[in-house]
């Protein structure tokens, strides 16, 4: 096991790299002055990625630790399977984009982004959706439940957390959805490949790709299903204790003689005056 100190430095080293094939990605999208709808989507989906890692460097060891380590080693999974779907999905355009030069889509490198590479755009936007969600979940969650340890259990933080759970669960059923996508996608490749003939460079590259989601995908439930672990157990905890507390009723009653012990000082008080 690691040094618990080094949680937020071993993460940032992580962050860091991730970030820069994030980048790079999106600064060749930009390059392409003339791209299709779907890869100003795509960009618009790489920015919100990279925010959301940045957001991760905030998280302090303290609630890394609070987190646990199988939530800070999930974590780490799905920075690494994103950053290398991202790093595919780059040599991918450099190569759907051969035929162009200083920025402007030539007539068959338009064709083939704008109308054959429609699906890998759009699930490479998919995954990186999923990959943002779930990274702002850890930064939501490692956040809560650092508080909930310091807190009183109050309607108001159940309903707070009950909405988190609700939120997670959502993402979870969201990944679940896109993992089934992925396995049709993958079934119909291999339905479409001709056993005798030799896998195409595209097919090749297509299935690399397919293969890189599954485990973003996978990485991401597993973590999102630890976060939601994680919360849970807090408020049963939580629950636990409140419903072990001591309680003292003296009755309805605020007339007579009322029998208590108090081990410490008395002040404000008033003898001799009954209410009425």
Known sequence: ???????TASIVGIVAPAMHVTRLLLDDLQKISDAPTSVAILKEDLLSMDMAL???RDVTDAQ?????????DRSKAVMNTCAKSCGI????IQKWTRHSDEGKLSWQDRANVGFFKQKRIASMSEQLRNCKTTLNAVVSIATLHSSLR???LTEEVRTMVSNKEAVISN???GTDRQLAEVKARFEELNQGHQQEQAETKDEADERAQIGEEQKTLDASQKLLEELLKTIREEMGRKEAQKAHMPTVTFGTGNSGLQIGVSNGAISGVTFGVRST
């Open 1 to 7: 096991m690691a040094d618990p100190l080094s949680i």
């Open 54 to 56: 940045q957001s991760l």
């Open 64 to 72: 890394w630790k609070s987190l646990g380590w199988a939530s800070v």
């Open 89 to 92: 999905f780059r040599a991918d």
């Open 150 to 152: 310091h807190t009183h």
């Open 171 to 173: 993402a979870i059923a």
